[in-house]
């Protein structure tokens, strides 16, 4: 199979999640500094994926998926033995869709557009800011229940959480006031998988402990 990506974008996840589930992926860089957004310096992005936007998975029959909730979901369902997502027919599967929906709705979509681009004007991005700390504040409250969003186990809802939330430091997004999310994220930053997956995608890592 065949990742789209472009570096620090929410593609970092599907990464993630491939790299613990022990599937290998092939990786296709897009440049969405330009517009058109084009796979390396070939062809527009858009030609292969008609949304324009990462990530983008083709799979081993042709077919192209997208968005990048349905990309883990899909990706850790091949891999039902890691332990990435519950069983379909398990109430934890409900909880999974319910954190996921709420990243990609109340996180994701609040620091992407809005805080990386200040044209967008300053009193649009005061309001965001502040609705991202009220649901930060959300997290952080969950996180007293367990080491991960689903309790004691690393899945794709933390995959998605680290890459989302990771942007606070490139947004200007303080998390001072949120120790257990900070310490999420390094133990997450920490993992084997994590660490490849940045790498793969030109993203700094922090030297190991």
């Not at 990706?75 to 027919?89: E, H, Q, V």
């Not at 367990?146 to 959480?161: C, I, N, Q, S």
Request: glycine fraction near 6%; include cysteine.
């Amino acid at each position: 199979m065949k990742l789209y990506y472009a570096p620090y974008s929410c593609s970092l996840s599907p990464l993630i999640v491939a790299n613990e589930a022990g599937i290998a992926l092939e990786l296709e860089r897009v440049d969405i500094r330009q517009a058109p957004h084009r796979v390396g310096e070939g062809e527009a992005f858009a030609a292969i994926n008609p949304k324009d936007y990462v990530p983008a998975l083709r799979l081993d029959d042709g077919r192209l998926l997208t968005e990048g909730l349905a990309i883990v979901l899909y990706l850790a369902d091949r891999a039902p033995a890691s332990g990435l997502a519950p069983a379909s027919d398990s109430a934890q599967r409900y909880r999974l869709l319910e954190w996921l929906a709420f990243i990609a709705s109340e996180l994701h979509k609040s620091y992407s557009p809005w805080l990386f681009h200040p044209e967008l004007g300053e009193t649009a991005q005061q309001a965001v800011r502040a609705k991202l700390a009220a649901r930060l504040a959300l997290v952080e409250q969950a996180l007293a229940d367990g080491p991960y969003l689903l309790g004691e186990r690393f899945g794709v809802a933390d995959a998605y959480a680290f890459t989302v939330i990771g942007w606070s430091k490139l947004t200007g997004v303080d998390l001072s006031g949120f120790p257990r999310l900070r310490d999420y994220l390094e133990r997450i930053a920490a993992r084997p998988s994590v660490r490849e997956a940045m790498r793969a995608h030109g993203m700094a890592v922090a030297a190991a402990a």
